[in-house]
């Protein structure tokens, strides 16, 4: 394992037929444990999604022996480096590389919308009766988005599909374009929409990654604004240096996500540097008070909660109402989720 710690950020993916999978994952497993790869891999029957860091001096060895396994890959590197994304290699085998709620058996998963780069989806913007479409996640879109999108108040990509086609159902003689942060949940999505009788879908080509290389190197206006949400402990890369979300607690600009402090909750929310010093870098006065306390205490509390109200019945992504996060905390009661 190669010991040269500058590093770099790549994800691909791709919609093929595995007739191996676990056989496959361990193959994989092997060959890049050795080259000191790191990151998050899912294999299906359906193919690959991959996001992974890997040593500088071993980038092109890697990127080969990708190739020898998924021919003339193309590969999405990171907007930015910051610190180490990943701290081990998983590889899981899954039922699909997206839990997107579908049966692929009704529809014809092949018949995507028409792939556009960087350029032609600035064009396709501007042009007349065009409706542009995040297939994201509300906390993804909540930071970062194209002009004008339509974007899903959906916690899951399953939960967006439903929301953009019922949202949009009497809009499908509009020119319709997706995008997302790669390019995967637009290859399932655009499919699924043409099926549902949209007339013509169109999706960004690499999603926004790509998008936002191609506007760099090719000098084109930029129709995105903020920063992209990535699955790393990064949590983003910025794009721009709009900020158009604010922070939770104070309502301050910021556009920071971070994960609650408190084990047991572990909300996903935006908090800026300020409530992150005063909350203990919990979500709530609730977290940060259970946070403070013992471990078997903070366990016993957990337990109690789960018995009474199911495991994690109160977690979600969610976002947290203001007046939840600042609520006395002397019951040390489940924050309430607000339903999307």
């Known amino acids: 394992m190669t010991t040269n710690s500058a590093r770099r950020t790549v994800s691909f993916y791709r919609y093929v037929k595995l007739e191996h999978p676990e056989a496959l994952r361990q193959e994989l497993s092997d060959a890049w444990s050795a080259l000191g790869v790191l990151g998050r891999v899912y294999l299906a029957a359906e193919g690959i999604n991959a996001q992974v860091s890997v ?115 009497d809009q499908k003689d509009r020119k319709i374009l997706l995008y997302c942060t790669g390019g995967i949940r637009c290859e399932k999505a655009s499919a699924w929409l043409r099926h549902q009788g949209f007339k013509e879908v169109k999706q960004l080509y690499g999603g926004i990654i790509s998008y936002a290389q191609q506007v760099r190197a090719e000098g084109l206006s930029n129709r995105f604004i903020g920063k992209n949400f990535v699955f790393d402990q990064r949590m983003g890369e910025r794009v721009t240096e709009d900020i158009i979300a604010q922070c939770h607690q104070c309502l301050e600009a910021c556009d920071t996500h971070h994960n609650c402090a408190y084990e047991g909750c572990n909300r996903l929310f935006i908090q800026c540097p300020s409530c992150r010093a005063d909350f203990d870098a919990c979500c709530s006065r609730v977290c940060q008070e259970i946070a403070a306390k013992p471990k078997e205490d903070r366990v016993r509390i957990q337990q109690e909660w789960d018995q009474r109200l199911g495991p994690k019945h109160y977690w979600s992504r969610t976002r947290l109402p203001r007046e939840y996060a600042l609520q006395d905390a002397s019951t040390l009661e489940p924050l309430a989720v607000r339903e999307s």
Request: proline share 4%.
């Open 55 to 169: 040593v500088e001096s071993a980038l092109e060895s890697y990127k080969a022996h990708v190739c020898s396994v998924f021919p003339d890959m193309t590969f999405k590197t990171a907007l930015e480096e910051q610190g180490e994304p990943f701290v081990k290699l998983k590889i899981k085998v899954r039922q699909k590389l997206v839990a997107d709620g579908l049966s692929d058996a009704s529809f014809d998963s092949s018949q995507v919308g028409e792939h556009l780069d960087a350029k032609a989806f600035n064009e396709a913007l501007s042009e007349p009766n065009t409706l542009v479409v995040d297939m994201r996640n509300h906390y993804e879109s909540e930071v970062g988005r194209f002009e004008g999108a339509f974007c899903p108040e959906a916690n899951t990509f399953r939960e967006a599909l439903p929301e953009v086609a019922d949202k949009l159902g």
